[in-house]
């Protein structure tokens, strides 16, 4: 029973919360922590970016355009979105496209 009892925490935890999420997952999948950057002058851009994430999710902006420089995790954040996404609504129907050489 106990051993139910926290899986059920820790799935509550990572649906609720997308860094959660993205953290648990990434160390579950590459071994390795996430580091979330942390500048002097501002708030960091995964924070930013997942809050934004977030919000689309639930609806309240349409539509997101992400604008970062390469190698700032876009499009590793952004497949985790996805993921987290379909782990709340495993019918749900995803485009997830990117432009690249």
Same mark, same amino acid.
């Given at each position: 029973m106990k051993i139910? $009892?926290? +899986?059920?925490d820790l799935r509550s935890k990572l649906? %609720? *919360? =997308?860094?959660? #999420? $993205? +953290?648990f997952f990434f160390l579950y999948i590459t071994g390795r922590e996430f580091i979330i950057p942390k500048p002097? *002058?501002?708030? *960091?851009? !995964?924070?930013t970016l997942s809050r934004e994430l977030t919000r !689309? =999710?639930? %609806?309240?902006i349409d539509s997101l355009l992400i604008n970062l420089p390469p190698g700032y995790f876009k499009s590793t954040i952004l497949s985790y979105w996805v993921s987290w996404g379909m782990s709340k609504y495993p019918d749900s129907n995803?485009? #997830?496209i990117s432009y690249s050489a």
């Open positions: 139910d $009892l926290e +899986k059920e649906q %609720g *919360s =997308f860094i959660e #999420y $993205l +953290k002097t *002058s501002r708030e *960091s851009h !995964v924070i !689309v =999710f639930n %609806g309240e995803n485009i #997830y």
